[in-house]
């Protein structure tokens, strides 16, 4: 599994594990639903951007959110 497959799983766990669906996510980190559709797909190779803007929407530091990955 490479570092895209694992960010995706990662950012689906914690969606799922807030009760957020991939639309509220995109909503809340202002991007395109289908393009948390293809991060959790683990089709996408995230900016730091993105990835700051996931960690405020989860309400998580950057660290938290790519712990073991």
Do not use: C
Not at 4 to 16: A, D, M, P, S
Not at 34 to 55: D, F, M, P
């Amino acid at each position: 599994m490479d570092i895209k497959e694992k960010f995706g799983l990662r950012v689906k766990e914690i969606r799922q594990q807030k009760g957020i669906s991939q639309e509220g996510l995109a909503l809340i980190a202002e991007v395109d639903r289908t393009y948390i559709q293809s991060i959790e797909g683990g089709k996408r190779n995230v900016s730091l951007v993105i990835i700051e803007k996931l960690a405020k929407a989860f309400d998580l530091s950057i660290e938290s959110l790519l712990k073991n990955l």
